[in-house]
């Protein structure tokens, strides 16, 4: 067998260690050792490869901005900002039909400001928002597939893990991607409200409503958000201002809402002791994923299939439209089977190289942006994509009384909504990029 037919079946190889729930960072590990021992035929080549991808892998100072944002979320938990937004989205919608589910993609908007990750902000947005859902009338399908649609927010709104990991792998500028997400992720909360509007004027026994609340009681929910509006400007507004880098931002942001959470209460020596140790075992699993991504991706390289491949794509002189929305399609289906971070790391060491070479009408760096808010949007809707959206069953998980197949239903116009996005995004790449353009 050729090294280019080993690259090609590494793929099924890998999808079938996935289905046998074997985990991700190890499954991507395993095919990456196995194919360079198949390739090179000696093991010294595989040691000598452990040593050098481990230290240049941890030892990146941009993936440092991971831990902090993920320990950010766990403050911003502790300082009780999910209950404040929430309220406060509510106070001003909740009396409309289907207000109290647009109050939770709002909050669900807001937490994801300060969060960054989508499993984290789905979590946290359900403890809060489920119960008041429930508590109005809302029907399981509608409830469960509105917190998990909203949960995406965390990583469509910057600051966002996946964007940095993005940016990691196609060596790109992680302020400009901030900058060129805040549009896409603000309309994503807004198709989500619309999407829900539509959905209960469609069935209008699926939703209630919140009595209408005095505007003394609204100014007095809003001015409880001023913590989550405070860290927000510091660190993105610090980050867009040029006053410091996005790390430093990230640690400016987690400083903060720890300060926030230690005045309200929420942050004692036992739950800093619960937080540290929660970020930990996230960041763990997400930099296991990240070095497993690293050995697989060596392998491919040495197996020659991204060069084939591009030179392959190249070869059928195809339009370089019908190339990028051909990858896209491919997110969206294989979103259906692996997590976010997943993907990236898997796929765009090879598609970001193919693509790169084609003429889109744009800058090179223009391009990485867009192309990176493109990717960041398709994998995200894999979150909410059966029949394995981890948001699906995250959610799931904390309403044990709705069924699965009713959390699949519930989720679908969001889905839409979300494909409605994408191709408005693909259209009109200025809704991407037009803040970065006017700021840099």
């Known amino acids: 067998m050729s090294n280019l037919e080993l690259g090609f079946w590494s793929f099924p190889a890998l999808l079938a260690l996935i289905f046998l729930r074997v985990p991700i960072g190890l499954a991507m590990l395993l095919c990456g050792l196995v194919g360079t021992w198949l390739v090179m035929g000696t093991t010294a080549p595989i040691l000598s490869r452990l040593k050098v991808e481990t230290y240049s892998t941890f030892s990146s100072y941009s993936?440092?901005?991971?831990?902090?944002?993920?320990l950010m979320g766990q403050f911003a938990s502790l300082g009780g900002m999910s209950q404040s937004l929430f309220r406060a989205a509510n106070a001003f919608l909740g009396h409309r039909r289907?207000?109290?589910?647009?109050?939770?993609?709002?909050?669900?908007?807001?937490?994801?400001?300060?969060?960054?990750s989508s499993l984290a902000t789905a979590a946290t947005m359900?403890?809060?928002a489920l119960p008041e859902l429930r508590r109005y009338g809302y029907s399981g399908a509608l409830a469960t597939g509105t917190l998990a649609a909203g949960g995406t927010l965390g990583v469509l709104i910057p600051p966002s893990v996946v964007l940095v990991i993005y940016a990691v792998l196609a060596e790109q500028n992680v302020a400009k991607l901030f900058v060129a997400a805040f549009v896409?992720?603000?309309?994503?909360?807004?198709g989500y409200m619309i999407a829900i509007a539509l959905y209960v004027r469609l069935y209008p026994e699926s939703a209630?409503?919140?009595?209408?609340?005095?505007?003394?009681e609204r100014l007095s929910a809003l001015a409880e958000v001023w913590p989550v509006a405070a860290v927000f400007l510091a660190v993105v507004g610090?980050?867009?201002?040029?006053?410091?880098t996005p790390t430093e931002g990230a640690a400016v942001g987690a400083a903060g809402t720890g300060l926030i959470a230690f005045v309200n209460g929420g942050l004692t020596r036992r739950t800093l002791v619960e937080a540290i140790l929660a970020t930990a075992t996230s960041t763990a699993m997400i930099f296991f994923i990240v070095f497993g991504a690293a050995m697989y991706n060596s392998f491919l390289a040495l197996s020659q299939l991204p060069a084939a491949a591009a030179a392959f794509i190249a070869g059928q002189g195809l339009d370089p439209w019908t190339v990028l929305v051909g990858i896209l399609i491919f997110y969206l289906v294989l979103g259906c089977f692996m997590d976010s971070l997943s993907m990236i790391l898997l796929t765009v060491p090879i598609f970001f190289p193919l693509v790169s070479g084609l003429d889109f009408g744009m800058g090179a760096e223009e391009f990485a942006i867009w192309f990176g808010i493109l990717v960041l949007v398709v994998v995200e809707v894999g979150l909410i994509t059966p029949p394995v959206g981890m948001n699906l069953f995250v959610i799931n998980s904390m309403a044990k009384d709705v069924p699965v197949l009713a959390t699949y239903r519930g989720v679908t116009p969001f889905v839409l909504s979300d494909i409605a996005r994408t191709v408005l995004l693909i259209a009109f790449p200025a809704i991407s990029l037009f803040m970065v353009r006017w700021l840099y």
């Open 126 to 128: 359900s403890q809060v």
């Open 63 to 70: 993936l440092s901005i991971v831990p902090l944002f993920l």
């Open 184 to 190: 896409p992720g603000v309309l994503a909360a807004i």
């Open 208 to 216: 209630g409503s919140s009595p209408r609340q005095p505007w003394r």
């Open 238 to 244: 610090g980050i867009y201002a040029g006053w410091f």
């Open 98 to 116: 289907g207000g109290v589910a647009m109050s939770a993609i709002g909050a669900c908007a807001g937490f994801g400001a300060i969060c960054g």
